[in-house]
């Protein structure tokens, strides 16, 4: 067998919970003795049975042979008292995320441990400094947050408190690259990288549907459609169950002292108060039937006898390739100065709504609609319109059916500036520059943490430099003006992005 050689050759993990076993199977596995401990004889028990069978199952499967699995199961141990982790090389605390509990246990464990143990936090959602407060010797402190379920989230953040030594944390990241995951290291601020860059998404998307643009199977299946989100943000927060998200959203938004790109939604709330928590209670945004979501079917596209001609707005975004798709489409399109007085009319801004771009531009309202033109139609698998409040039922009608000849699917949204894909993308890259620019993580790291932690398609840079940094920053300064809302206030980090046109990603400052 391979020769092992941790960082750490003993650990203890305290807490043998949902996230204390799936740490502890890859420590045994990277080749540490893991302690196991909890005040609960009954979880020890379970989680080193959950463990062990895990291992069974790999063994079952080839993905083990048989000596490694004895090498693991003999490395797992379990303690009944503190003081048996008194020779440890490092602590893992996975307990509950209570700042008070956290600090007790962690001024017991001095009391106990040599000087030179690393004693780790793996708190979602607590301050690594706030915790390491009270410690004699905090330099040894850092938080190691890993998500759920661990074996198969491979990514881990590695948390430098105010008083971390840099040393215990390139320790930390060397131990999580020999557990197979990928460190990133993260500066204690809140939500760390991945909890804080997640903020665009659901909480942008409950805005939208807050504001009655969309219900949210129709959010779900623009983002999954146009962006490639695997999951739809409603999707994603009926996993994940509103007792865990909405709690993160709140207190991420309270540590930022009510910063308000982060404002919770009372959405969330009233859901959460109710019980309706999502996939686990059977009932979340969507109803679940035997596990399966109950999504209605989507609005059939109406038949139209008498297609009207098209007009195109010459500050259309993208406007040569959307009067390519409209000749592709068999359009009659016109070509004049203004449309004519039959002519249903096309408009394509980023981050304005269709109302304000008809009366700007002085075209009839009852003919307009908008379409969301922020990504390459070629790329996507949807097309998005938006109606504004005087829209004609037979001009939506004629686009609807229109953008739908070739067969791809399209949703009438009501009118909103920035549409659907425009806001959440905007909010996203925003929020992911903000991190950038407050020196929470590095671009790169900032770009794995997501892509690993998150599952998003890309990275949130990426995302940016895909759809163009001077395209989101005109759809934020365009929110900004439309909403008079600070929310949509672009970062300073992308905002000089946006204006010397560089790849975001590649920019050092
Ligand atoms: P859990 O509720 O599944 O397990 C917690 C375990 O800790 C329980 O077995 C409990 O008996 C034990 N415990 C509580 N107080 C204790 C004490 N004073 N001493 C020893 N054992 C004690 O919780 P889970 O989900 O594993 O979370 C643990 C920590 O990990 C929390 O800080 C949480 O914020 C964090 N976390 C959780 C994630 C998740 O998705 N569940 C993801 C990332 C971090």
């Known amino acids: 067998m391979q020769e092992m050689n941790p960082v750490y050759p003993t650990i203890a993990i305290i807490g043998a919970g949902a996230m204390g076993r799936g740490i502890a199977q890859l420590a045994a596995q990277a080749g540490s003795t893991v302690i196991l401990y909890d005040t609960q004889t009954a979880a020890l028990v379970s989680a080193q049975q959950a463990i062990e069978n895990q291992w069974d199952k790999l063994l079952g499967k080839g993905k083990l042979d048989a000596a490694q699995t004895a090498a693991y199961k003999s490395r797992l141990q379990c303690a009944l008292t503190l003081s048996d982790l008194a020779h440890c090389d490092l602590v893992i605390e996975a307990i509950v995320e209570r700042m008070d509990i956290k600090m007790g246990l962690f001024a017991d464990l001095e009391a106990i441990v040599r000087t030179e143990t690393v004693l780790a936090t793996n708190t979602s959602s607590l301050s690594v400094t706030a915790i390491a407060a009270k410690l004699k010797h905090p330099q040894r402190f850092a938080g190691f947050h890993f998500f759920n379920p661990v074996p198969l989230m491979k990514v881990v953040e590695v948390i430098q408190g105010l008083k971390t030594d840099t040393s215990v944390c390139d320790a930390l990241a060397q131990y999580a690259r020999q557990m197979g995951h990928t460190p ?82 009372v959405i969330t709330a009233q859901r959460l108060a109710g019980g309706v928590l999502g996939r686990k209670t059977g009932e979340g945004f969507y109803r679940y039937e035997a596990g399966v979501a109950q999504i209605s079917p989507e609005p059939a596209v109406p038949v139209v006898a008498d297609m009207p001609p098209v007009w195109v707005s010459p500050r259309a975004a993208r406007r040569s390739e959307l009067l390519q798709l409209l000749k592709n489409l068999g359009a009659q399109i016109e070509t004049g100065v203004s449309p004519s007085p039959a002519a249903l009319t096309l408009v394509a801004p980023l981050g304005f709504d269709v109302t304000t771009v008809a009366v700007v531009e002085r075209l009839d309202p009852a003919r307009t609609v908008g379409i969301d033109l922020l990504v390459d139609d070629a790329a996507t698998r949807r097309r998005v319109l938006a109606t504004n409040p005087a829209t004609r039922v037979d001009m939506r009608d004629a686009a609807h059916a229109l953008m739908a000849r070739d067969g791809k699917a399209v949703s009438v949204i009501r009118d909103s500036a920035g549409f659907v894909t425009q806001r959440v993308v905007a909010n996203i890259v925003n929020i992911a520059a903000d991190i950038c620019q407050q020196r929470v993580c590095t671009p790169a790291d900032l770009e794995t943490a997501v892509t690993l932690g998150l599952g998003y398609p890309l990275g949130p840079l990426a995302m940016g430099n895909l759809y163009g940094p001077t395209n989101v920053l005109e759809v934020l300064f365009n929110m900004q003006t439309v909403y008079g809302d600070p929310r949509y206030r672009p970062s300073p980090w992308l905002r000089r992005r946006g204006a010397i046109g560089l790849s975001l990603m590649h920019e050092e400052e």
């Open 184 to 265: 990133v290291a993260a500066q204690d601020t809140p939500g760390f990288i991945v909890n804080h860059a997640g903020r665009g998404y659901g909480t942008e998307a409950l805005r939208i549907v807050g504001e009655g643009v969309a219900d949210f199977a129709t959010i779900d299946r623009i983002l999954r459609d146009q962006v490639g989100f695997k999951l739809g943000p409603f999707e994603l927060m009926d996993l994940t169950a509103l007792d865990v998200s909405h709690p993160v959203m709140e207190s991420i938004y309270h540590q930022y002292f009510e910063e308000p790109r982060y404002r919770p939604s």
